[in-house]
């Protein structure tokens, strides 16, 4: 029997009952088309456009109708290879279809000047791409609801993503903003970063600073790493976005700095959500310092005193908590006749937590800093949303 105890400050949303997904994707969330349209952000790199997974998506969302609209934004993608992409995409999808590289010269010139970096180059990937696609939906001015999407996912199933988006363009629910989870568990146990750092690390910060309030609503998210979410137009608007691995993180902390944790529910994506998976010594480094890092700011921006000492006393509990974590990876493959090596586990849950030796090495201040919200965009230079408009 699925669980579904409420234990975090947000409502977590199971899947309870196989039967009704098919009605919840062809009737209950199409009635809501157009009170509550859905446009779709799928973040892509130019590697994904050729591999499997994003013609498997395409697929699937061919049968849509609840879709209204769909925004590809590109990195790494030739200018000249856009026309030919958009027309692909458009003979799959049932709605209107947006391609646009990020690495374009002039679209870049506009977002340089929204962020405020005109010295200072964008850094590209997906949160570059996921802020742009933001940013053309704001200037549009869309409403309705936003849901992003990873492109490399080989499991993907409509009507999952269908009951992440009905969960907050349901107006009855009251939900702002939804996040997908899923056990990442095929022939073996995924999600090391997850299990092996994220979660050892959150046990870690309550260990030295206590229920912080932002640690307690991070703590509730089962896979607070997902990339896929929906969120309403109004919330999406007022968010800043974070770049590299910071984003998933970051997002969530200004969540929970603009609506209440009872606006904020996180739903049930199932079981085998196949990603495309790294082994765990092809460069994860940076991504732990960033996502540590991130961290420690936003526990620095709610007013924790993150210096020295406290990394110190953070280190000898990450190292710890993440042997603990091992542990318990361990048990739950054994019991479930799962592969698990147990010393594999200790050994990268360990490494995993010696990255924290480098995080915020000079001091507590912070120089990572968020590309800005649109809403604070448009009142210091209403004439970008303008320019991007016309671009697109």
Same mark, same amino acid.
């Given at each position: 029997?699925?669980?579904?105890?409420?234990?975090?400050?947000?409502? @977590?949303?199971?899947?309870?009952?196989?039967?009704?997904?098919? /009605?919840?994707?062809?009737?209950?969330?199409?009635?809501?088309?157009?009170?509550?349209?859905?446009?779709?952000?799928?973040?892509?790199?130019?590697?994904?456009?050729?591999?499997?997974?994003?013609?498997?998506?395409?697929?699937?969302?061919?049968?849509?109708?609840?879709? %209204?609209?769909?925004?590809?934004?590109?990195?790494?993608? #030739?200018?000249?290879?856009?026309?030919?992409?958009?027309? +692909?995409?458009? =003979?799959?999808?049932?709605?209107?279809?947006?391609?646009? *590289? @990020?690495?374009?010269?002039?679209? &870049? *010139?506009?977002?340089?000047?929204?962020?405020?970096?005109?010295?200072?180059?964008?850094?590209?990937? %997906?949160?570059?791409?996921?802020?742009?696609?933001?940013?053309?939906?704001?200037?549009?001015?869309?409403?309705?609801?936003?849901?992003?999407?990873?492109?490399?996912?080989?499991?993907?199933?409509?009507?999952?993503?269908?009951?992440?988006?009905?969960?907050?363009?349901?107006?009855?629910?009251?939900?702002?903003?939804?996040?997908?989870?899923?056990?990442?568990?095929?022939?073996?146990?995924?999600?090391?970063?997850? +299990?092996?750092?994220?979660?050892?690390?959150?046990?870690?910060?309550?260990?030295?600073?206590?229920?912080?309030?932002?640690?307690?609503?991070?703590? *509730?998210?089962?896979? /607070?790493?997902?990339?896929?979410?929906?969120?309403?137009?109004?919330?999406?608007?007022?968010? /800043?976005?974070?770049?590299?691995?910071?984003?998933?993180?970051?997002?969530?902390?200004?969540?929970? &700095? +603009?609506?209440?944790?009872?606006?904020?529910?996180?739903?049930?994506?199932?079981?085998?959500?196949?990603? %495309?998976?790294?082994?765990?010594?092809?460069?994860?480094?940076?991504?732990?310092?960033?996502?540590?890092?991130?961290?420690?700011?936003?526990?620095? @921006?709610?007013?924790?005193?993150?210096?020295?000492?406290?990394?110190?006393?953070?280190? &000898?509990?990450?190292? %710890?908590? #993440?042997?603990?974590? #091992?542990? +318990?990876?361990?048990?739950?493959?054994?019991?479930?006749?799962?592969?698990?090596?147990?010393?594999?586990?200790?050994?990268?849950?360990? =490494?995993?937590?010696?990255?924290?030796?480098?995080?915020?090495?000079?001091? @507590?201040?912070?120089?990572?800093?968020?590309?800005?919200?649109?809403? *604070?965009?448009?009142?210091?230079?209403?004439?970008?949303?303008?320019?991007?408009?016309?671009?697109?």
């Amino acid at each position: 029997m699925s669980d579904f105890t409420q234990n975090g400050v947000i409502c @977590t949303l199971p899947r309870l009952n196989e039967t009704h997904l098919e /009605p919840l994707d062809t009737q209950l969330l199409p009635r809501l088309e157009t009170t509550a349209p859905v446009s779709l952000i799928l973040p892509c790199h130019a590697p994904d456009l050729d591999r499997p997974a994003l013609q498997h998506i395409c697929n699937q969302l061919a049968g849509a109708r609840w879709l %209204k609209r769909v925004l590809v934004p590109v990195n790494g993608l #030739a200018l000249d290879e856009v026309p030919a992409l958009t027309r +692909r995409l458009s =003979g799959q999808l049932p709605c209107e279809v947006s391609v646009f *590289s @990020t690495d374009s010269p002039a679209l &870049r *010139s506009v977002l340089s000047a929204a962020a405020g970096r005109l010295e200072t180059p964008l850094r590209p990937g %997906k949160g570059l791409n996921v802020w742009a696609a933001m940013g053309v939906l704001h200037a549009a001015r869309i409403p309705g609801t936003y849901v992003l999407q990873d492109a490399d996912v080989l499991s993907f199933q409509r009507s999952t993503l269908a009951r992440l988006c009905l969960a907050v363009s349901e107006p009855t629910l009251g939900f702002e903003f939804a996040k997908m989870y899923y056990s990442r568990v095929t022939d073996r146990l995924y999600g090391r970063v997850s +299990r092996l750092f994220l979660a050892p690390l959150l046990q870690s910060l309550i260990q030295v600073a206590g229920h912080h309030p932002l640690l307690d609503f991070l703590q *509730s998210f089962r896979y /607070p790493l997902s990339g896929e979410c929906a969120l309403r137009a109004s919330l999406a608007s007022s968010l /800043p976005v974070w770049e590299g691995w910071s984003l998933e993180i970051g997002m969530l902390a200004e969540v929970f &700095r +603009r609506i209440e944790p009872q606006r904020v529910c996180q739903v049930d994506g199932g079981t085998g959500y196949d990603h %495309k998976h790294q082994p765990a010594e092809a460069g994860m480094h940076p991504m732990f310092v960033q996502i540590a890092e991130t961290l420690l700011q936003q526990l620095a @921006t709610e007013g924790c005193h993150v210096d020295a000492a406290f990394r110190q006393t953070l280190m &000898r509990a990450q190292t %710890k908590h #993440a042997a603990e974590a #091992a542990r +318990r990876s361990a048990a739950l493959a054994f019991l479930n006749a799962i592969p698990c090596d147990l010393e594999t586990e200790k050994t990268a849950a360990q =490494g995993f937590a010696a990255t924290l030796k480098g995080v915020g090495a000079n001091g @507590t201040a912070f120089e990572n800093s968020p590309l800005p919200s649109w809403d *604070s965009v448009e009142k210091t230079g209403p004439h970008l949303l303008n320019d991007l408009a016309e671009l697109l």
